[in-house]
Structures are given as C-alpha cells and as structure tokens.
C-alpha cells in the first residue's frame, strides 16, 4: 500500500470549500488553532508552537529521521542558530 502525505502552511485562514474531512479535501489538523511562531530549516525539517483552546502552548516537530515532536521548540531554535544537538533516540 503506498501512501501520501502532503501539508501546507498558510497564512490566514484556507478557504470553506476546500476544507473538510472528505476525500480530496484539506484537514485542518489544529482544529483552527493558530500556529504563533515557526521555523522551517529544510524539507521534512520544522517546528512551530501554538496554543490550544485552554491556552496551553504546544510544541510540534517535524524532522526527518526523528520520531514526530521528539524535538522541543528550543531545540528546533538551537538548530535554526546553527547549533549541533546529539540526542539518542530509541525507535
């Protein structure tokens, strides 16, 4: 089985039409929150915060070779500052 994940970022909010849970439409997998602040370093490679309907900042990861929000919004800073981090990471 092959498959296929694609995401954007946008700034604003996406159009009604072109969202939803149906085939063929965007998710909106922050259920409308709004992402504060972002880095992207590269394909694969970001981290961005938000808060959530209580208020609570979240930190979220995306790096290639790393399991998913492994690395905290500092690290991703560190990495942005050219930082090397050496994590050991049990699969």
């Given at each position: 089985?092959v ?24 998710k ?12 992207f ?10 808060d ?9 990861s ?10 905290s ?16 990471i049990?699969?």
């Open positions: 089985m498959q296929h994940t694609d995401s954007i970022f946008i700034e604003g909010s996406l159009p009604k039409h072109l969202g939803g849970k149906d085939l063929g439409l965007m909106d997998e922050l259920n409308g929150q709004t992402i504060t602040e972002a880095y370093l590269g394909i694969k490679q970001y981290g961005y915060k938000y959530d309907e209580n208020n609570q900042e979240i930190d979220k995306v790096f290639a070779g790393v399991p998913r929000d492994n690395l919004f500092e690290d991703i800073l560190k990495l942005v500052k050219g930082e090397t981090l050496v994590r050991l049990n699969f």
